[in-house]
């Protein structure tokens, strides 16, 4: 069982930057996979960054690549998405999720999830 909690969301200016954390508990963390995805009002959920359970492979969608780095660290059971050159349609709640499915950005490969973090992008 793992409990996935975010933080670092907030309001930032478009083409500011963000860091959301993922904090998990549970001495398995180590072994998942971890993605994060984003909702926005109105609109499905959608896949985002995602990195193995050693953080020796990562997968982007187009919108994040360029822009977003996800990374990890075992020891602090913690995940990372850097967030740079904000746009307003990056605006959503941004959700982690563990898996052990891989890097994947199928959400059904996602067994446990966070309670997400709204990160808002003014123009």
């Known amino acids: 069982q793992v409990q996935l909690v975010e933080s670092g969301g907030g309001l930032v200016q478009a083409g500011g930057s963000l860091r959301l954390s993922c904090a998990a508990s549970?001495?398995?963390?180590?072994?998942?996979?971890m993605g994060w995805f984003r909702q926005a009002p109105g609109k499905e959920r959608e896949f985002v960054a995602a990195?193995?359970?050693?953080?020796?492979?990562?997968n982007y969608a187009d919108s994040a690549k360029g822009r977003f780095t996800i990374s990890r660290d075992n020891a602090k059971n913690t995940v990372y998405l850097q967030m740079n050159s904000l746009k307003p349609e990056d605006t959503a709640v941004y959700y982690c999720?563990?898996?052990?499915?891989?890097?994947?950005?199928?959400?059904?490969?996602?067994?446990?999830w966070g309670q997400g973090t709204q990160v808002t992008v003014s123009s």
């Open positions: 999720a563990a898996g052990d499915s891989g890097p994947s950005p199928k959400q059904h490969d996602y067994d446990y």
């Open positions: 549970g001495r398995e963390f180590r072994f998942y996979a």
């Open positions: 990195i193995s359970w050693s953080g020796g492979s990562t």
